[in-house]
């Protein structure tokens, strides 16, 4: 294992925030910044300026707690955040969840991947939850409205809806 990353001796680390991220809208600068906080009490903060879509500093930020995953032995585990939903004909219906996973990121998945990863318990759950509503699409009639993943299509299936019956475009992934 690497003992420094961008000069930071790594074993030093105890925590990184996540990224914050701020706009000018003028210049079209954009710029992302993440906290280390060391063992000692001390802060490093990093700031990362782009002019595309690359996000540097996220980028930067998730091979450090990549590392320190490593570095810490923590295992793959995907904390429940936020359900999602389906709207079918004005009715919401769960067919997910928003979940963080070991890296701070959030993840969509479907009811039956969160079953998979729950019997490999890899699932958590910190009793948070935010107060967003996440819809991932939208059925109006027999039509989806938008481009739709298949695993979506998957967990429809599973919920015990004939998908036949639907008109939709699948999405690339």
């Known amino acids: 294992m690497k003992e420094y990353w961008n000069?930071?001796?790594?074993s030093d680390i105890k925590n990184i925030n996540k990224c914050g991220y701020n706009c000018n809208l003028e210049s079209e600068e954009k710029r992302e910044y993440f906290t280390i906080e060391m063992k000692d009490g001390s802060k490093h903060t990093l700031h990362y300026i782009f002019y595309d879509k690359s996000r540097k500093g996220n980028n930067a930020r998730r091979e450090l707690k990549q590392i320190l995953n490593e570095r810490d032995n923590t295992p793959e585990i995907y904390y429940l955040y936020t359900e999602i939903y389906g709207n079918?004909?004005?009715q919401s219906i769960v067919v997910g969840?928003?979940?963080e996973d070991n890296l701070d990121e959030y993840k969509y998945f479907t009811l039956n991947e969160?079953?998979?990863l729950n019997k490999q318990f890899k699932i958590g759950d910190k009793g948070i939850r935010s107060l967003v509503y996440i819809q991932i699409f939208?059925?109006?009639e027999n039509k989806i409205k938008f481009p739709i993943e298949q695993r979506w299509l998957d967990q429809l299936?599973?919920?015990g809806y004939d998908i036949s019956k639907l008109e939709y475009k699948l999405k690339l992934t």
Do not use: M, Q
């Open 138 to 140: 939208t059925i109006e």
């Open 88 to 90: 079918i004909n004005g």
């Open 114 to 116: 969160i079953e998979e």
């Open 7 to 10: 000069g930071i001796k790594i």
């Open 157 to 159: 299936t599973s919920l």
């Open 97 to 99: 969840y928003e979940a």
